[in-house]
Structure formats: C-alpha cells, structure tokens
C-alpha cells in the first residue's frame, strides 16, 4: 500500500469497510478521501495546463493550415470550415523544417502533458460529482462548460493518441474530428481559465492553503507528500516525453522513441534507409505498373497532356533539395539529399509559365487507401526546391520511398509528398 501513488484511492475503500457510517456515494465530499486533494495540487496543475493547451492549441491550428485545406475538397473533406477557418493561410516553404518543429511540438507535447491531464482531472473528480447539480444559473453554465472542457479535453486528447498509434481509425474524417474538437474544447479552456486564473495565482501565492470544497472533510492518512505526487505525475511525463521524442531524429536515437509508430517497420540501411511511412506492397502497388516499359507519368494543362517514361523525365534539368519527411504522426526524418525535375519546369511543359506556376492536383498510381492523392498551392509549386524525385542520397528511390517518382515539398506535411505519382494536372484549384 505504502507506493499507492494516489491514497483514498485504495486505503479509503478499506477504511470505509471498517467505518460503516463512511459516505458510500461520490456525491458526498467525505467520500472522496485523498489528504493530496486541495486548491495548492490543482493549481499547479492547472498552470501547467494553461501553458500547454494553448501550445497544443496554437500549434494544431498551424497544423491544420499546413494542408492548406482550402484545397478543398481535395486536401481536406471537410466541407466548410466556416468562421472557423478565418485565420487559414496560403502555407509557406520556409523554413524547410517548418512543419517538422510544429508537428514535432504538437505531438510531443501532446504525449507529454497526458498525465498531467489524468492528474487534474483527478484531483478536482469530487467537484464532477458534487451535487445538486446546480445551484444558481451561474453555476449552471459553469457545470455545462466542465462539460465541454473535460469532455472535450479527453476527446483530443484521445483521438489524437489513436490517430497516431492505431494508424488513422476514423478513414478520412481524423482532421474534421480533431479541428472542431479543439475549438469547442478551446472556448470552454479559454471560460476556465479566465474564471480560475485568479484563484489559482492566489493558491500558489499563499503557504497555507484555503480550505475549499476539494479537501476532504474527512482525509485518510497520506502515503505520499504533495510534493511527492508532483514528481510521480512529472515523472510519468517525463517517462513519455523519452520514449517519444526520439522519432524526430535519425539513427540511435529514432531506437528510443519505444511508444511511437513505427510505420512500415524497419527500413534497412543504405540511401534509401530512412523511416517509411505505407510499404509499397501496403498501398498495394503492382511491380508489373512502375517498370520502365509500363510506366507513364501523364502531366496535363492547358496545353495539353504530355506522356513521359521515367528516362525521359531523367532526361530532363534535374535539381537537388535537401528535405525531411515530417509526418502528422509526429515523426519526422532529417534532411535527406532528393533529386529529381522541379515541379514548375513540369508546370512550364504543360502551357505554364515557370515562374508562375498554378495549384497541382498530383494522383499516385494506389487504388485504394487515403493518401492516393493531394493538392500542392502555386507558393510549393513555385519554389525552386519542390521536386518530383527520381533519386534520394545519391540513389534510385526505392519502391517503399515511391519509385518511380514521388513529391517533395519544403516544409510541407509528410502526407502531401505523394510516392507513386501516376499523373499531375496543373490548373488553379
Ligand atoms: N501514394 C501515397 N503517397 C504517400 C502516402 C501514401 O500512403 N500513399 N503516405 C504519405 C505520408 S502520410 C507520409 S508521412 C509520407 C511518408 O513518406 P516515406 O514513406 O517515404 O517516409 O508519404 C506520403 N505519401
Ligand atoms: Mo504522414
């Protein structure tokens, strides 16, 4: 008993078998029996909170505008984002690494401030149980947006850990979930704080703390300091933080990140031996449809549409770009060495000029599954580091990294860099 990290979970159940007056309801404060409980832990954690959520916050939205979701219905299936989408932007190309930091500290951070989230919720769960349920119409409204706030929380923060460990349960409809999720969420985040800021500054402030309706009346005996319970829920972050933050990296340190995805499983070692996201025979691509003999890429505009064979397109100016692959997942790659035909020479073969390259509706040769296509804005197609590559570190692309030819776009999500192009059509969308 004496490492129950959180006491009045399992000794106050054992007390009350012996107290038989003891509260058997959660709705009366003396069932709640945790001398931990208090305005001080709540506090704290809530502070902690205040600063991350609105990271996770700030850093989704970045995230969602990096699929530039305007291109829709292409990019994005949700059908109008209303009021809601009044900050999207055109996504920029640099830095390079921009979506990689984002989505890095997005996914990372999320991870992290789990079981600081469990652990508030803890400490206020007398208070969701409190009764009556409201006492005035002020505490109505409060108690409706505890709803939203804690429902909400565990709603992002649930989809977003199975979006990235169970590999995209909700087919096609992850980002309207998690987007809207988290304004609703937000706007009951952003009522709390404002309604608890002083009162949290103030419990900190103070050595001693007021009693309120979150100390029990009725405390068992503590097994562990509330310092104690601090670093069990920052070590638990801790723990997350070490064996997640490792999938941004190459090499050894990609081996630490125990709790992240691991995509198409190992992808050897060599040029082409960087992480992979869908296998080549995952997605379902025929050997038979990307032999020299077989394959064409079909690149249509207003001019009309041009057939090319892989050696012709190796024919053609090639160009080198050092870029990553940064997943939604939140892993990433680091730079890796593309070479290939830059995306706006392929604009100015088809009745564009190069240096004013229109959208690009890019299609793979997959069947089936979400990401056979995407949609590129003329800012990535313009930019003179965009590519359809043929080759990566000095070697042909393998099939799992998307030979014969795939996308890559500075600073653009992992998911817009289609492999297996079969066909690319120029026109502003
Ligand atoms: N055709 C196709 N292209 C695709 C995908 C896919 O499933 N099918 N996955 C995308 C995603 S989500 C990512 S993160 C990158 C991963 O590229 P890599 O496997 O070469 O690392 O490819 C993108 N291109
Ligand atoms: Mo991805």
């Known amino acids: 008993m004496g490492c129950a990290p959180f006491p009045g979970v399992i000794p106050a159940y054992r007390q009350d078998m012996r107290d038989p007056d003891a509260p058997r309801l959660p709705s009366s404060p003396g069932f709640w029996r945790s001398p931990l409980r208090g305005p001080w832990l709540t506090s704290v954690l809530g502070l902690v909170l205040l600063a991350g959520i609105t990271v996770l916050f700030v850093t989704g939205l970045v995230s969602y505008a990096a699929y530039n979701p305007g291109l829709s219905p292409v990019n994005d299936k949700t059908p109008d984002k209303g009021i809601l989408g009044f900050y999207l932007f055109a996504w920029p190309t640099r830095p390079h690494w921009l979506y990689r930091l984002n989505q890095g500290v997005h996914v990372t951070l999320g991870i992290t401030l789990t079981p600081v989230l469990l652990a508030k919720l803890w400490s206020v769960v007398p208070r969701l149980f409190a009764l009556p349920p409201a006492r005035s119409l002020a505490h109505a409204l409060e108690r409706i947006s505890l709803v939203l706030l804690v429902g909400g929380g565990l709603f992002e923060f649930v989809t977003g850990v199975l979006n990235i460990q169970l590999d995209y349960v909700f087919p096609g409809s992850f980002y309207p979930l998690h987007f809207y999720g988290a304004w609703v969420f937000f706007a009951a985040f952003v009522a709390h704080a404002l309604l608890k800021m002083p009162t949290a500054l103030r419990n900190l402030r103070h050595l001693r703390e007021e009693r309120n309706d979150l100390v029990s009346p009725r405390p068992a005996e503590p097994t562990v300091s509330r310092r104690g319970a601090l670093w069990f829920v920052g070590g638990g972050s801790l723990l997350l933080f070490v064996t997640t933050v490792g999938q941004n990296f190459d ?45 064409r890429l079909v690149i249509t505009g207003p001019a009309g549409t041009v057939r090319l064979s892989r050696a012709q ?16 997942e939140g892993w990433s790659t680091s730079d890796q060495w593309w070479r290939g035909v830059r995306l706006r020479d392929l604009a100015a073969l088809v009745g564009y000029d190069a240096g004013d390259p229109p959208d690009l509706f890019v299609e793979s040769l997959q069947r089936h599954g979400a990401f056979r296509s995407a ?29 014969p030819a795939r996308i890559i776009v500075p600073a653009a999500p992992g998911v817009l860099n289609t492999k297996w192009v079969a066909r690319m059509t120029f026109g502003d969308l």
Do not use: M
């Open 251 to 295: 090499g050894p340190l990609r081996r630490t990140a125990l709790l992240a995805p691991h995509g198409g499983g190992d992808p050897g070692s060599g040029p082409n031996g960087f992480q992979i996201n869908k296998t080549a025979a995952y997605a379902g691509i025929d050997p038979a449809e990307t032999g020299e003999e077989a394959w």
């Open 313 to 328: 397109l190796a024919q053609l100016p090639l160009h080198s770009s050092a870029l990553p692959i940064a997943c939604v």
């Open 375 to 403: 949609a590129l804005r003329a800012n990535q197609v313009a930019d003179p580091r965009s590519l359809l590559a043929l080759y990566v570190n000095g070697e042909e692309l393998s099939p799992d990294h998307g030979h």
